[in-house]
């Protein structure tokens, strides 16, 4: 037996088939992943995802130290519960982990880490606070649901508080709201519009009984993984890790690098590789051939060399086999996979796929 979120008797009541994740007891699917995921794109659907982990950064120099720990400069945070996505790096410029910040104010921020990463994500923050008057705590007191789709926030909306109602009522993607023990924030991991919300963990499982009464569908890691790799959103350990740089992980657009002065935890090794030029980048496939796209896959293109699939799937929205690979950075519009010994022609793309379950590719 595994850890389990506090929605755990929720998805044993759910009828969910359990399976280990990193450790933790979570639903694969409830019975078809295939519904699940069209739910998501069609409708609403809902995911556990207690078992990211949450961390509050306190303190005096909870700014500056946040500026020197992330890529993206949290300076840009200026209002009340507004996120930002960055990459956390090694000095080599590997990525650590990527996470959402959100800002409660200069001396107040909370962090969403991945559930992969806990440990060591934990111990390297708390090694980078020395010198800075800064505090990093685990925060274990709520359990995470996203609610996600183009009904999700309607649906949502109706089994919260009147108070809860004001306090999202209009807010922007990537902002949050904190209202009676609900930390509510406009985010995802699908393509779809839809919310993240942390619970009071003594009321996981009412609150997720209230959002199935209202149509929402519980969904399980089989559709949060299709659903996400439409939305052309990096899988941490597949798409980068601590051998990878946010330059070849499709990140750079989450790298801060003005003012000059800010220097970050990976910067200078970033400056290098930049100047002796990124010798790869991350693209989205879609197959022209038959099979499907898996990860580690060797990737040619002809004329320029070889790279590698990070990730693949058999798109449901597109009824077509989609994936990551890290291909040279001369790459242009198509490569062939080998697959099972053959070579099938793949289109290379810019990722995403999907977005608001309207196909881009």
């Known amino acids: 037996m595994g850890l389990q979120?506090?929605?755990?008797?929720?998805?044993?009541?759910?009828?969910?088939?359990?399976v280990d994740f990193g450790g933790w007891d979570m639903p694969l699917h409830y019975g078809s992943q295939m519904e699940e995921h069209h739910a998501v794109r069609q409708d609403a659907g809902m995911f556990d995802v207690s078992h990211m982990t949450v961390v509050d950064?306190?303190?005096?120099?909870?700014?500056?130290?946040?500026?020197?720990?992330?890529?993206?400069?949290?300076?840009?945070l200026q209002e009340t519960g507004k996120a930002l996505y960055s990459g956390m790096l090694n000095e080599k410029g590997g990525v650590i982990?990527?996470?959402?910040?959100?800002?409660?104010?200069?001396?107040?921020?909370?962090?969403v880490v991945n559930a992969s990463t806990r440990e060591k994500d934990l111990a390297w923050m708390n090694q980078q606070t020395e010198g800075f008057s800064v505090s990093i705590a685990e925060n274990s007191d709520y359990a995470m649901l996203a609610v996600?789709?183009?009904?999700?926030?309607?649906?949502?909306?109706?089994?919260?508080?009147?108070?809860q109602q004001q306090a999202v009522d209009g807010i922007g993607v990537f902002f949050a709201a904190d209202s009676e023990g609900y930390f509510i924030a406009?985010?995802?991991?699908?393509?779809?519009?839809?919310?993240?919300?942390m619970v009071p963990a003594d009321q996981a499982g009412a609150f997720w009984n209230k959002l199935i009464a209202v149509g929402v569908k519980p969904c399980g890691l089989g559709a949060r993984d299709t659903l996400r790799l439409e939305a052309?959103?990096?899988?941490?350990?597949?798409?980068?890790?601590e051998s990878?740089?946010?330059?070849?992980?499709?990140?750079?657009?989450?790298?801060?690098?003005?003012?000059e002065e800010r220097d970050f935890i990976g910067k200078s090794a970033l400056l290098a590789e930049k100047e002796a030029g990124v010798k790869n980048k991350l693209v989205g496939l879609v197959l022209e051939g038959r099979g499907v796209i898996r990860s580690h896959m060797k990737v040619i293109v002809e004329g320029v060399g070889e790279g590698e699939t990070t990730s693949g799937t058999m798109s449901p929205t597109l009824k077509k086999?989609?994936?990551?690979?890290?291909?040279?950075?001369?790459?242009?519009?198509?490569?062939?996979?080998?697959i099972r010994g053959k070579l099938v022609p793949a289109k290379v793309v810019k990722p995403p796929f999907v977005r608001k379950g309207k196909a881009l590719v």
Do not use: C
């Open 244 to 259: 990878i740089s946010p330059l070849e992980a499709n990140m750079g657009w989450t790298i801060t690098w003005q003012p």
């Open 57 to 76: 950064v306190k303190g005096q120099q909870a700014k500056v130290y946040l500026q020197y720990l992330l890529t993206n400069d949290v300076d840009k």
């Open 148 to 163: 996600q789709g183009p009904n999700a926030i309607e649906k949502t909306n109706q089994v919260l508080s009147a108070n």
């Open 97 to 111: 982990d990527d996470l959402i910040v959100y800002y409660i104010d200069e001396t107040n921020y909370r962090v």
């Open 186 to 197: 406009r985010t995802g991991y699908t393509g779809e519009d839809g919310y993240e919300i």
């Open 232 to 241: 052309g959103m990096n899988l941490y350990g597949n798409d980068m890790d």
């Open 5 to 18: 979120t506090p929605f755990y008797q929720s998805h044993l009541d759910s009828n969910a088939k359990i």
């Open 321 to 338: 086999s989609i994936g990551m690979a890290r291909v040279p950075k001369a790459t242009s519009e198509s490569v062939m996979l080998e």
